[in-house]
C-alpha cells in the first residue's frame, strides 16, 4: 500500500456534481458469491478500488479467472476452485477476505481461511460466521491462525440458526453455505443492510430460494444447482452520505446517484439538524438550507435500519460546525472515535467517554496535518481539511482509497485544491 498523503488547500469554493459509485460492500460479498457455482459472471456498477483489487488477487488465487472489462464491469469465470486455502498474506490486506469461507464449503465441502486480523477499530472476531457454519454441518478447527472447515458426510444440512447479534459478515457467509445446503435454513436476527439484500437478490437471481429479504428473518431451501448471472450493484450509501454531508458544508456541490430508501435513519438525523433538501426531477441530491443554521444532535449508531457507524465520522465533521453541542454513542465498534484527535488538532472541541463523544460546536476549522485511522475517518478529515483556511495534510490515505473511487479527481473537478503527495514518515 502506498503511503501517500493528501495535501489540501481549503476554503475553496466548490462547486458541481459528485457522482456515487456503486457499493463496495455489496461489490465485495457478490464478487465472493461467483466461487459457489461453476459458469460465467458479468458484474456491473462495481466500485474502481483497492479492496476490489485486492480481492481479486484472492479470488485468481482460489482458481477464478477474472477480467476488467471496463473501470466498474467485470467477467468471472469459476471453472471450479482449485486450491482451498485463503491465505494470511491476502486475507491480512482486508477482512472482507473470510467472506470466501461460506461460498467454499458450499462449493467444495472444505476451506481453509486465515483468520482475519483484528483492524484499527475493533477486534472483530468471526464466531458468529462459524458457529453459524457449525449449525449447517461443518466440522470447525482453528489451528496456527487458520480457520479450516470441513463438511461432515460431504453434505451441508438446514438447520435453525439464531444469530447473537445481527452481524453483517456472519449474516452473509452463512447464506451463502446455506443456499445449496440439503433443507431449509432458517436464519433469525440477520442483519438488514441493503447490502445483505443486493446479496439475497443476486444469489436468487441465480436460482437460489431465499425468502424474507430484509425482513430480520431469512428462510433459504437449499437447490441442487445455481446458474450464473449478470447483476449491476445498488449505489454505495456510505459515499452517498459522506458526498451529502460535502453538499450541507459547501453550498455549491450537489449529488448524484443517491438512494434515499437506504438512507432514511441518517437522513432522518440531518432534518433534526435543520437540513433541507430537494431530489430533483434527474434524482440529484440538492441541498437546500445553510450550514450556519444548523444546530447540534445526538445519534447512537445502530444496526441497519438504524444510523450507520459507517457515517459516525463524516457526520462529527459536520456536528463540529452546528450550533450547540451533540453527541455520538458508538454501539457497533469497540475503538471507533481515532479520528476524533485528528479533529481536535484541527481545531475541534470533542471530548469521549467510553463510547460517548460529545462535540462542541466551532465557527470553522484550522488547517493541520492529520492522519486517517479507518476508511470513513479518513473522508471525516479530507471534509473538514476542505472547510478551513490553509493547507492541510491528511496521511494515510491508502484508507480512503479502499473504500472512495477517485476521490481526490472528483473533488478537483468541482474546484477543490487536493493533490496527491508522498508521506513524510
Ligand atoms: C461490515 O463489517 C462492513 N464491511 C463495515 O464497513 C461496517 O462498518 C459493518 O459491517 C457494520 O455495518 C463490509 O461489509 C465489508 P459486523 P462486518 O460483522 O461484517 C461484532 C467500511 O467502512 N462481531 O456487522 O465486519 C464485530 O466485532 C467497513 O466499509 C462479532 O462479535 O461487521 C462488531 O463489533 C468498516 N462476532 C459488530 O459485530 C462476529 O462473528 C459488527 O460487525 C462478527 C461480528
Redesign the pocket.
Known sequence: MGVGAFKIIGNKKLEGILEVEGS??AS??IFIATLIEKGTYILKNIPDLM?IRTLIKLLESLGLEIEKLDKNSYKIINNGITNIEASYELVKK???SF?VMGPMLAHCGEAKVSLPGG?A???????????GFENLGVEIKIEHGYVYGKVKDNELKGNKIVL?????????NIIMAAVKSKGTTIIENV?R?P?IDDLCNFLNKMGAKIEGIGEGRLIIEGVEKLYPCEYEIIPDR?VAGTFIIAAIMFEGIKVKGVCVEHLESFLMKLKEMGVTYEIDKDGLFVVTSKLEDLKGVKVKTM??PGF???LQSPIMTLMCLAKGSSEIKET???NRFMHVPELNRMGAEITTEKNIAVIKGIKNFSSAQVMSS???AGAALVLAALKCEGESIVNRIYHID??YEDLDKKLRNIGADIERVKEEI
Open positions: 463496495k460492500n465485495l460479498p479492496d482486508m477482512r472482507a467472506l483492524c477499530i475493533g477486534a472483530r472476531p468471526v464466531d458468529l460466521h462459524l458457529k447473537d447479534f445481527p452481524s453483517v459478515g456472519a449474516t452473509e442483519a443492510e447490502e456510505i444496526p441497519y450507520p457507524t459507517d457497533i465498534f469497540e479507518d476508511l470513513r479502499r473504500g
